[in-house]
Structure formats: structure tokens, C-alpha cells
């Protein structure tokens, strides 16, 4: 396995990554590896697949009570927001 040294990674940079690693109980090592791994892994997505995920999730929210976002309702949230 190769390793890989990075040099002059801004301080904010490192804790965010830090945080974030402890969110995930990752070391530092894994959690910089995951992140790059997400960010290299192929985008190409099946269109039937992602509407099956996304039909799934409205499902789910649904069954937890969560209201749906119609266009009535961002309309009435809209001016509600303009009173």
C-alpha cells in the first residue's frame, strides 16, 4: 500500500477533518481516506436506481410524519414569510 504525506494543511482544515473523523470513530488516517475515496469513486448513477433511492426516502419521511414539500406548501411557507 502506498503512503501518501501531506504538507501545510490549514489548521481549520485538520479540525474539521478531525471532528468529522471522531463523528465517523475513524482515525484521522481513515477518515482522510474515505473522504477521498468518495471523492475518486465513479459519479456515473442508473437514472432508475436514484428514482428508487429518492421515492424510498419520501417513503420513509412520510411514515416518520414528515410533511412533504409540494409546491403548496413552499408556496404558503413563501407567504408566510413575506407577512
Same mark, same amino acid.
Given at each position: 500500500?502506498?503512503?501518501?504525506?501531506?504538507?501545510?494543511?490549514?489548521?481549520?482544515?485538520?479540525?474539521?477533518?478531525? $471532528?468529522?473523523? &471522531?463523528?465517523?470513530? $475513524?482515525? &484521522?488516517?481513515?477518515?482522510?481516506?474515505?473522504? &477521498?475515496?468518495?471523492?475518486? /469513486?465513479?459519479?456515473? $448513477?442508473?437514472?432508475?436506481?436514484?428514482?428508487?433511492?429518492?421515492?424510498?426516502?419520501?417513503?420513509?419521511?412520510?411514515? /416518520?410524519?414528515?410533511?412533504?414539500?409540494?409546491?403548496?406548501?413552499?408556496?404558503? /411557507?413563501?407567504?408566510?414569510?413575506? $407577512?
Amino acid at each position: 500500500m502506498a503512503t501518501l504525506t501531506l504538507k501545510g494543511i490549514p489548521a481549520t482544515l485538520h479540525e474539521g477533518l478531525k $471532528r468529522r473523523a &471522531l463523528r465517523n470513530r $475513524r482515525s &484521522l488516517n481513515g477518515e482522510v481516506i474515505a473522504c &477521498l475515496e468518495q471523492l475518486i /469513486a465513479p459519479t456515473e $448513477r442508473n437514472a432508475s436506481d436514484l428514482l428508487d433511492q429518492i421515492r424510498a426516502s419520501r417513503t420513509r419521511l412520510t411514515q /416518520a410524519g414528515v410533511a412533504p414539500l409540494t409546491d403548496s406548501f413552499l408556496d404558503a /411557507a413563501k407567504q408566510t414569510g413575506r $407577512r
